[in-house]
């Protein structure tokens, strides 16, 4: 079979993927659908006919430091949207893949919303790729109210003199791995850096 056949194999066997995931709790809790509840429908299928799948470059579309008001209460949060090209491969022949382009938002604390974007985009990739259905539709309910208030320019400024020593300290002391940080950002020097980037990468390994 070439990689359309296959695909269109793994759409036909896969079913109905239920929403085993609880995001927060009481009255703003609700169900969705994890990563896990798809990989798990999903990889023994591209197994059984010999499809792998794989993010094959991902993109910083944006990156802002956004400050909301919700019910009287002011927080702080850094947003961060990426673009993820997915690849599916036939694995009897290489040489054919088919390429989903996706997207994925992460609104959380300067090291956590990377991963968010990430496995939002990684997700949908194959939700959409292999129409996947899961009941739910974003259309359906409307977004709880959040007013932004303040949309920081911080993704534009420079990397200060402080953050550099950091990470330079850090990849010294082997914690982060230079080339591929400088891939992932796509930058040849830690001085093309900017600020939220550098915060990003110090309160990453900070936190771990």
């Known amino acids: 079979m070439n990689i359309y056949e296959k695909l269109l194999k793994i759409t036909e066997d896969l079913g109905y993927v239920a929403k085993n995931l609880t995001v927060g709790s009481g009255n703003f809790g609700y169900k969705a659908v994890g990563e896990a509840d798809i990989l798990n429908a999903v990889k023994p299928l591209e197994v059984k006919y010999g ?94 109210d959040t007013q932004v208030k303040k949309v920081s320019g911080l993704s534009g400024a420079k990397i200060t003199m402080s953050q550099i020593d950091k990470i330079q300290q850090l990849i010294k002391d082997d914690k982060i791995d230079s080339d591929r940080m400088k891939k992932f950002y796509k930058v040849a020097t830690i001085q093309e850096l900017n600020y939220v980037q550098a915060e990003q990468i110090i309160k990453g390994k900070e936190s771990k």
């Open 51 to 144: 499809v792998y799948s794989y993010p094959l470059s991902r993109n910083i579309v944006s990156q802002e430091i956004l400050e909301t008001e919700k019910n009287g209460n002011t927080s702080t949060k850094f947003f961060m949207r990426v673009e993820t090209v997915y690849r599916f491969v036939n694995i009897d022949e290489p040489s054919e893949f088919v390429d989903q382009v996706s997207y994925g938002d992460g609104v959380d604390s300067l090291d956590k919303s990377p991963g968010k974007a990430m496995t939002y985009s990684d997700k949908y990739s194959l939700m959409k790729a292999y129409k996947i259905m899961t009941g739910d539709d974003p259309d359906q309910k409307h977004s709880k």
